[in-house]
């Protein structure tokens, strides 16, 4: 049996095939029958039943999980805060004023299995624990005092305070030291003073916002009596959102060239801690939006304990904002809202066509001409070319007059060749020139406004890093985690956007979080010199 290449396809016209005698034709049906059930087979193929890996999967035809309680990413990921695990002595490291080793204490229960295949995460009920195998060992005490006084708001001296401390925490932070780091062991003593009134205060550990979280046996709680840092807690999320590295990984790097043992509970808690701390940075980016003049929207799959959901990009000249939930118009207006009164740069899809004042990525359109400038049908090959010719004739003359041109030839030449192709009977053909006249001002918005970009290339650029990360993790295991990672990535690309370090930033908001302070807005870029 022959091997049909594109070239005998071509061949194979209507005339063709009524001019063959009928056993000729059906050797031919034969031969075509067998191309068919080979492409069949390609195309059913999936990560299940051949060596293509699941990233390769089309997230339409994905089989929903069941719904289910969503469960907590790990029990001794929260209760860690206040027990003993493999990081430490505690959490918070806490210690008896009197000593400078803390005293562990039974780790709390967690959640029981669901069932062979409904396993909760985390540490299972019975299962036995982990502990550190050495004490810690403090490399730098840090002295906290009040400062002024609870009662009367009088100043307190140093005369005044007390000689021993009443309690303290172990803390790991990462110190940055010229052209390296190194990650120390502290401990920070709390005191208290008495003031001339009679009253007598004491320092206490700052306390933040907690996250409330349905289902959760204990809640995140931004505080300072924590064994991981602001900085050391920034360069963890660093390591697994930017750098793409596993809690597995981050382990075994802090271990191996830290010297620095934390369990993967308390690696998590650190990430979603400071995905929490980013919320009010976030509301304050999602407000600067609706302000740009101009924006790119795009979006890709993601998916959230195994459901399909979509990950949002936004970003203007110095903002950026990604987002995960449904892809909706609704889900959509969260972010843009009403109030915006600019431009967007988006593609096809049909929840930005409400907007006016949008411009339509020509590289999906000019990737769809070139595609059926390569049919095998003929018909379809040339008025595709037609149609690619014209597309990128028109960017080039726009971009060589440098002025706009509402009245240009080259509109009028790729409208007519579209109204063409919708008289065509190959289905892609005319799906594309429908989709070109039925968005027709959003696609030729950038000859009357020639400021316009013409790709949607800002917002694809920033969602590669979020694409290659849903290729490693397969997404994010709550709606928790979801907005975690989308808070750090609007903190981080809005930082290299504005030609920042987000990482010293991060740990500013971390820390002033942590003490329930509010926390600056991202620095806007200084101005550059003439």
């Avoid at 064994?227 to 750098?243: D, E, H, K, Q, W």
């Avoid at 009010?280 to 979006?299: G, N, S």
């Avoid at 590289?363 to 070139?370: F, P, S, V």
């Amino acid at each position: 049996m022959a091997q049909l290449d594109k070239a005998d396809l071509e061949q194979m016209t209507d005339d063709y095939l009524q001019s063959l005698e009928p056993e000729r034709l059906v050797t031919v049906a034969k031969n075509l029958r067998a191309l068919a059930v080979e492409q069949l087979e390609k195309l059913e193929e999936s990560s299940k039943t051949s060596s293509r890996p699941p990233s390769s999967d089309s997230p339409y035809q994905s089989t929903p999980k069941p719904d289910t309680e969503t469960s907590p990413v790990a029990a001794e990921a929260e209760s860690s805060v206040l027990a003993p695990s493999a990081e430490g002595s505690s959490e918070a490291g806490a210690v008896d004023p009197k000593s400078d080793e803390g005293a562990p204490s039974a780790p709390p229960s967690s959640p029981g299995s669901k069932g062979f295949g409904r396993r909760s995460a985390g540490k299972q009920r019975g299962a036995q624990g982990k502990w550190r195998d050495q004490p810690l060992k403090a490399e730098r005490t840090i002295p906290h005092y009040p400062e002024r006084c609870a009662a009367c708001d009088a100043p307190l001296g140093e005369e005044h305070r007390d000689a021993k401390p009443h309690g303290g925490y172990y803390q790991f932070e990462l110190n940055r030291q010229g052209q390296g780091f190194s990650i120390e062991c502290q401990l920070h003593h709390y005191y208290g003073a008495s003031c001339s009134c009679g009253h007598h205060s004491q320092a206490q550990p700052g306390q933040g916002e907690c996250s409330v979280v349905t289902g959760r046996k204990v809640q995140l709680q931004l505080q300072e009596q924590v064994l991981i840092g602001p900085m050391l807690a920034t360069f963890i999320a660093s390591l697994s959102v930017r750098y793409r590295l596993s809690r597995v990984k981050i382990q075994e790097f802090l271990w191996d060239w830290a010297g620095v043992a934390l369990s993967i509970g308390s690696l998590d808690r650190s990430i979603r801690e400071a995905g929490f701390a980013c919320r009010p940075v976030v509301e304050v980016l999602i407000e600067e939006l609706q302000t740009a003049e101009l924006l790119h929207l795009d979006e890709t799959p993601w998916y959230e304990s195994g459901r399909l959901c979509w990950l949002w990009v936004a970003l203007s000249a110095i903002s950026v904002v990604f987002f995960i939930g449904p892809r909706t118009k609704e889900r959509l207006l969260q972010v843009i809202s009403t109030a915006f009164v600019g431009w967007l740069v988006t593609d096809g899809y049909g929840a930005y066509r409400w907007y006016d004042h949008r411009q339509r990525c020509l590289a999906h359109l000019i990737r769809k001409a070139l595609a059926l400038s390569q049919a095998v049908d003929a018909e379809a090959r040339q008025l595709g070319q037609w149609l690619l010719e014209e597309m990128r004739e028109l960017i080039h003359a726009l971009a060589t007059a440098g002025h706009d041109d509402p009245d240009d030839p080259g509109t009028r030449r790729l409208q007519q060749v579209a109204l063409l192709a919708t008289a065509s009977e190959h289905p892609k053909l005319k799906a594309l020139a429908k989709e070109i006249l039925n968005d027709w001002q959003a696609v030729v918005a950038f000859v009357s406004h020639p400021h316009l970009p013409v790709t949607n290339n800002e917002a694809e650029r920033a969602l590669r890093h979020a694409v290659m990360a849903r290729h490693i993790t397969h997404g994010t295991r709550s709606a928790e985690g979801s907005e975690a990672y989308a808070a750090l990535l609007s903190v981080i690309e809005t930082c290299r956007r504005r030609n920042l370090s987000p990482w010293p930033y991060l740990a500013e908001v971390i820390a002033l979080r942590r003490k329930g302070l509010s926390v600056p807005p991202v620095p806007m870029p200084l101005p550059q010199a003439a």
